[in-house]
C-alpha cells in the first residue's frame, strides 16, 4: 500500500512558477529522505533536490540553485517543490523518490510515476 503520488505539473510560460506536490502513504514518512528526480527525453535522469527526514538538510542541483525551494510537512506526509523563474530546459517530468535515512530501521526505496512540466511560450 505505500505510494508516492506526484501533482501540480502543467504547462507555463517562461520565467512563470509552479509547485509541485508529492504526497506519501503507506510507511514512516519522516524516516525517509526525499528527493525530486527530473527526466527529459534524450537526458539522464537528474537530481534536481534533496531533504533530509526533518527538512534539516537540502541540497540542490546546480542548474536550478536559487530558483527551486524543497520542503516537506511531515504531518500532511507531503513533499514540496517550488519552482520559481521556470525556463524552458526545466521541462521534464518530475519525479518524487524515497530513501531510507541510517538508523530508520526501513530498507525500501520508493518513487513516484511522476509529473510533467512544460515551461514554453
Known amino acids: 500500500q505505500v505510494q508516492l503520488v506526484e501533482s501540480g505539473g502543467g504547462l507555463v510560460q517562461p520565467g512563470g512558477s509552479l509547485r509541485l506536490s508529492c504526497a506519501a502513504s503507506?510507511?514512516?514518512?519522516?524516516?525517509?529522505?526525499m528527493n525530486w528526480y527530473r527526466q527529459a527525453p534524450g537526458k539522464e535522469r537528474e537530481l534536481v533536490a534533496f531533504?533530509?527526514?526533518?527538512?534539516?538538510?537540502?541540497r540542490y542541483a546546480d542548474s536550478v540553485k536559487g530558483r527551486f525551494t524543497i520542503s516537506r510537512d511531515n504531518v500532511k506526509n507531503t513533499i514540496y517543490l517550488q519552482m520559481n523563474s521556470l525556463k524552458p530546459e526545466d521541462t521534464a517530468v518530475y519525479l518524487c523518490?524515497?530513501?531510507?535515512?541510517?538508523?530508520?530501521?526501513?530498507?525500501?526505496?520508493?518513487w513516484g510515476q511522476g509529473t510533467q512540466v512544460t515551461v514554453s511560450s
Open positions: 531533504i533530509s527526514g526533518f527538512g534539516s538538510s537540502t
Open positions: 523518490n524515497a530513501n531510507p535515512a541510517y538508523g530508520s530501521g526501513d530498507s525500501r526505496v520508493y
Open positions: 503507506g510507511f514512516r514518512f519522516s524516516n525517509y529522505n
